[in-house]
C-alpha cells in the first residue's frame, strides 16, 4: 500500500480513519453498536488534506501515481466500509466513544488486511451533507481538528450520496 493510499486508509480507519486507542486491543474493542443514523449514508470523498498538503483522488480508470485510491464510505448499522476506485472495498467495525465537544468515533479491523491496522480514532462533524473526519498517521490521538503543516493529521471532506 502506498504512503498516500495508507494515509486515507489511516483516516477513514483514519482517518480515516480516522489515531490509536492507547491500550485498546481489537479483541477489547469487538462490542460495536450502531452509528448515528445522520451519519449512516454513503459518502463520497471529495478533497482531503495530509499534513498541509492536498491530497488527489483517484476516480474511475483515471488512476494517476500518488493518488490516493480510496474514495468513498459507506456507514451501515456498526460498520465503516472503505471503497476504492475500482469497487474493491475494505469493511471495518465501529462505535462511537463521544458525542459531545469533538464526535469520535473508535473503528477497527478484525479480520485480514483491516485487522493489521489496530483501532483508530476519527474525530467528525457533520454539517448538513457534508461530513468532515480528521484523524492522525501516527496512531495517536488527534490534538485539534486540522490537517494543516506539522500536524501529522489528515482531514478529508466528504459529501453525502442522495
Not at 445522520?38 to 476516480?59: C, H, L, N, Y
Not at 493518488?67 to 471503497?83: A, F, L
Not at 475494505?90 to 489496530?118: M, N, P
Request: aromatic share 6%; proline share 2%.
Amino acid at each position: 500500500m502506498s504512503n498516500t493510499s495508507r494515509s486515507v486508509f489511516v483516516a477513514i480507519a483514519v482517518l480515516g480513519s480516522a489515531v490509536l486507542c492507547v491500550g485498546l486491543s481489537a479483541q477489547s474493542a469487538s462490542k460495536s453498536t450502531a452509528l448515528p443514523a445522520e451519519i449512516q449514508a454513503v459518502w463520497t470523498i471529495v478533497s482531503g488534506e495530509e499534513d498541509g498538503k492536498p491530497m488527489r483522488f483517484a476516480r474511475g480508470d483515471e488512476v494517476e501515481v500518488g493518488d490516493t485510491v480510496y474514495n468513498e464510505i459507506i456507514i451501515q448499522r456498526d460498520r465503516w466500509i472503505v471503497v476504492d476506485h475500482s469497487g474493491g472495498a475494505l469493511v471495518f467495525r465501529a462505535k462511537v466513544l463521544a458525542t459531545e465537544a469533538e464526535k469520535q468515533i473508535q473503528i477497527w479491523g478484525d479480520r485480514g488486511q483491516t485487522e493489521r491496522e489496530g483501532p483508530r480514532h476519527v474525530y467528525y462533524r457533520l454539517t448538513g451533507d457534508q461530513l468532515t473526519l480528521c484523524g492522525r498517521m501516527d496512531g495517536k490521538a488527534p490534538a485539534e481538528f486540522t490537517g494543516k503543516r506539522g500536524s501529522g493529521q489528515v482531514v478529508l471532506v466528504l459529501k453525502r450520496e442522495k
